[in-house]
Structure formats: structure tokens, C-alpha cells
């Protein structure tokens, strides 16, 4: 079935450094991917989107490529800071029999320390 | 200010008893959602709603019951019936289904 698998966290990094958190999907069909921020106590936010292969999504300083070709959508950026400390989720949208639905990954929690 | 309202921030029940979370939103949408998180998991959709008097099963619906009786309300009722109803509640809402969905703040309940 549709899946996303996102890498283990947590993550912790020190403010300034770079942040990758990995993605990959499983879907059949074309599906739009997103990163979801998750602030500690809220509900999660949109932060980027992609809705077809070689798309960009970016938001505050971060940057997501769909690759079709190795079913990823890798989130970076450049330089973290404390106010990133968050839990990110990636997240497909598949659409099927006139059906559409989000599939989320387990989430990956990032602490940027001073 | 125009969101999505989940009250009461934090819940505790015992054993046995149902509960009902609110979700209100003012963004006049359509479409409305409920989400359960567990720690170290994903989102799993709970019920959904298209469109105001209709809703569907999500993924997880066993032991939850909700309705759609007006547009911005959208309540789901965690019953005995759910095994394991302690987590963090989250209901959505986006303009039309497909769309993209803004999160309410979460209700965390807790069932001893």
C-alpha cells in the first residue's frame, strides 16, 4: 500500500548547522508530497509542498525536491535555528476511486541547541 | 482571527465512559477531518466529511462516532468501544476535500 518512511529521529543539532531529514514514498499513481512543522503542544502547520516530479516546495529557509526517480523528498536546510526545534512529518496525498487521503510518516523530532 | 478551535486542550475520562472533542472552525470550509497521533507514529485518519449531513470511515474508525449537523462544527465521540483511546486528538479542515487541510491545536485525552 501508499506509505511514507521518514528517518529516525530524534535529531538534535546545534544552531547554525545543516539539516537534512530523509523522506521516501511508496505510491502507486502520482502523488502531491508535503512537510508538515508540528510545534511543541500545537497542531501541525504546512511548511512545503510539491505537487509533480522536479517540483521545489520552500518555506522559512526550507527546501524539499520531489524526485520521482528515487521516490524522495528529502527536507533541508541550510542553517537551523532554536526556534526550528520542532516534530517534522512527511506526507503524501494520494488520490484513488475518486477518494483522496493523507498518508504521514511516523515524524521526525529535530532539538537545535544553542 | 479566522482557525480552528479544538477545546478542551487536555481531557481525562475513566474507563467506560464516552467522550465527545470539539472541532469548530470560522473558515467557512467545507471539508473537515479528525486525526489520532501516537508517540513515534504518523497521523491515522479517524472520520472525515465532505460536505456538511455526510461523513465517512477513515482508516482507524472502530470505537468513534462523529457527526456533521452544521458546516463549522464537527465533534467526534470516542467511545467504550475504542480499546485504546488514550492519545493526541487532531481535527482538520480544508476549503473542499482535496485540498489542503489547517490543523486545530490538538486535544490530548488521557482514559485510566
Known amino acids: 500500500g501508499d506509505s511514507v518512511t521518514q528517518m529516525e529521529g530524534p535529531v538534535t543539532l546545534s544552531e547554525e548547522a545543516f539539516l537534512t531529514i530523509n523522506c521516501t514514498y511508496t505510491?502507486?499513481?502520482?502523488?502531491?508530497l508535503f512537510w508538515y512543522v508540528q510545534y511543541p503542544g500545537e497542531g501541525l502547520q504546512l511548511l512545503l509542498k510539491?505537487?509533480?516530479?522536479?517540483d521545489k516546495g520552500s518555506n522559512k529557509g526550507f527546501e524539499a525536491t520531489y524526485r520521482k526517480e528515487t521516490t524522495s523528498f528529502h527536507l533541508e536546510k541550510g542553517s537551523v535555528q532554536v526556534s526550528d526545534s520542532a516534530v517534522y512529518f512527511c506526507a503524501l496525498k494520494i488520490t484513488q476511486g475518486g477518494s483522496e487521503k493523507l498518508v504521514f510518516g511516523k515524524g521526525t523530532k529535530l532539538t537545535v541547541n544553542p | 482571527d479566522g482557525g480552528i478551535t479544538q477545546s478542551p486542550k487536555y481531557l481525562f475520562r475513566k474507563e467506560g465512559q464516552n467522550v465527545t472533542l470539539s472541532c469548530e472552525q470560522n473558515l467557512n470550509h467545507d471539508a473537515m477531518y479528525w486525526y489520532r497521533q501516537d508517540p513515534g507514529q504518523g497521523l491515522r485518519l479517524i472520520y472525515y466529511?465532505?460536505?456538511?449531513?455526510?461523513?465517512q470511515k477513515g482508516d482507524i474508525a472502530e470505537g468513534y462516532s462523529v457527526s456533521r449537523e452544521k458546516k463549522e462544527s464537527f465533534p467526534l465521540t470516542v467511545t467504550s468501544a475504542q480499546k485504546n483511546p488514550t492519545a493526541f486528538y487532531l481535527c482538520?479542515?480544508?476549503?473542499?476535500?482535496?485540498?489542503?487541510?489547517?490543523f486545530g491545536p490538538g486535544t490530548r485525552l488521557t482514559v485510566t
Open positions: 505510491a502507486t499513481g502520482y502523488p502531491s
Open positions: 466529511s465532505q460536505i456538511v449531513n455526510d461523513f
Open positions: 482538520a479542515s480544508s476549503i473542499k476535500w482535496g485540498y489542503e487541510q489547517y
Open positions: 510539491a505537487t509533480k516530479a522536479d
